[in-house]
């Protein structure tokens, strides 16, 4: 039967004030899954309203109770691990490994939480003046809200949730419509947790439910995830509202192989990079740039073992790759490859059309890699968001530095050689936010700051880290005399 998905407000799951509806649809099978609420402002306004009223009661409850709430929730979590894993595969297509790594990952930022009674400290400096002492006291703010995409449904709600409720504050997620589902059953775990009510809140939908919690005049933050262009107007939206935000945008992420690299590791490496969840990761590497002789054997060995990845349903435990989000996306992807190809690049691999035994309608893309891509290129400028690796070449690493740097985007880059010399001037130079050394995809762990410069990251305080503590809190500075 099609779940038709509700509300969570105030502590109660609840329909929407309007009955348009989305499909949520298995991008594997074509199967619809879910209809989903299309949000409207007067639904976000509710969930706000839940939030505010939570909000002095929450921010008075002692800190480790606060704290205690995600030691249970990590628990249900883990109880449900591999349900959590199926629907993260069923509606986002991903392979059921990958899957479990994101939940992981997603229980990983739910640690963090555990820790924020020590993290969540104010500064004090006796004697300022004369028997004065003055203090900077950490707050919570208020209600705060995220704004999330498809294809990390449910790692990314949860690079949030957790620290800004530890921290005191209340919250409204709004996930993405393709995606719904993941954040129902987290929700529903949220429920048995006994939060009080309006701690957490959810609301479905798309455009409208968005531009809501950017202009609500009682949400004091927002965290937001998706393609750079909605970043963007996230920032300025968010800003003309007078809120915090954070908006983590698209990618194009360059790797750099030298010819001193181990071939074997950096392949396999990249291969992860670019191919892993289909290519849809904001970490995914897309432009491979081969300095030198590193060219040939890199190029062979990419076409070669892309060539033979199993691609298919997620839930198979033999598929190494599954599909992209949607019928649209694929058509996007297959586009931009052809583009590609009438820009001037070669087609090393062609994985348009692919046809899967038993998911004939399903949105797959097949590994495809565009060699004798060049700067001016489309397939080398923009997020193609898919299974497709550009190769480029550099005669020098200097040549390979200005490539990368050359991008709009700056999330992440990957060098793979055996120079420390050349491993230090990448790291120092390079203008982006994650970087990896001999390491394909650099995605910061739930202690670290996570986010990109340039056109991939609007905002000044990262997701995660100490920087979320940042984000959801603000600094009271008090300065105390006694006669
Ligand atoms: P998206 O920008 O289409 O959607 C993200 C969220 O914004 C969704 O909740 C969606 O409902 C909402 N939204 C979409 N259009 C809107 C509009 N016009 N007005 C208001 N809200 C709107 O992104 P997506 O397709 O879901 O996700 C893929 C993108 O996310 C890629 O560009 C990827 O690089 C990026 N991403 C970035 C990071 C990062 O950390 N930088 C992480 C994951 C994904």
Known sequence: MVQQLKHYIGGEWVESTSPATTSVINPATCEVIAQVPEGTREDVDKAVKAAAAAYEEWRMTPILSRAQYMY???????????DLARIVVEENGKTRDEARGEVRRGIESVDYGMHIPSLMRGFKVEDISSGIDETAERQPMGVFAAITPFNFPFMVPLW?????????????????????????????????????????????????????VMEHPDIVGVSFVGSSPIAKLV????AKHGKRVQAQGGAKNYIVVMPDADMNASVLNIM?????????????????????????????????????????YG????????????????????????????????????GRGAKISGFEEGS??????????????????????????????ADTFEDAVKLVNSSRYGNAASLFTASGKYAREFKYRINAGNIGINVGVAAATASFPFGGKKESFYGDLHGQGPDAIEFFTDRKVVIERWF
């Open 72 to 82: 249970r929730f990590k628990a249900l979590l883990e109880g449900r691990f591999e």
């Open 315 to 350: 839930m198979d435990e033999s598929s190494q790759m599954g599909t992209v989000i949607s019928a649209q996306a694929r058509e996007r992807i297959e586009s931009m490859i052809t583009q590609g190809v009438q820009e001037g690049a070669t087609l090393a691999l062609d």
């Open 160 to 212: 949030f949730l957790p620290t800004a409720i530890v921290c005191g504050n209340t919250y409204v997620v709004k996930p993405s419509p393709q995606t719904p589902l993941s954040m129902q059953l987290v929700y529903e775990l949220l429920d048995e947790l006994g939060l009080p009510e309006g701690v957490v809140n959810l609301v479905h939908g798309g455009k409208e439910a968005s531009m809501a």
């Open 272 to 312: 992860g990079s670019a191919f892993g969840c289909a290519g849809q990761r904001c970490l995914a590497g897309s432009v491979v740039v081969a300095v030198g002789d590193s060219y040939a054997p890199l190029k062979d060995e990419l076409v070669k073992r892309a060539a033979s990845l199993r691609v298919g």
């Open 364 to 393: 797959f893309v097949s590994p495809t890699i565009l060699d004798g891509v060049t700067a001016d290129m489309t397939v080398a400028r923009d997020e193609i968001f898919g299974p497709v690796l550009a190769i480029m070449q």
């Open 235 to 238: 920032y300025e939206t968010c």
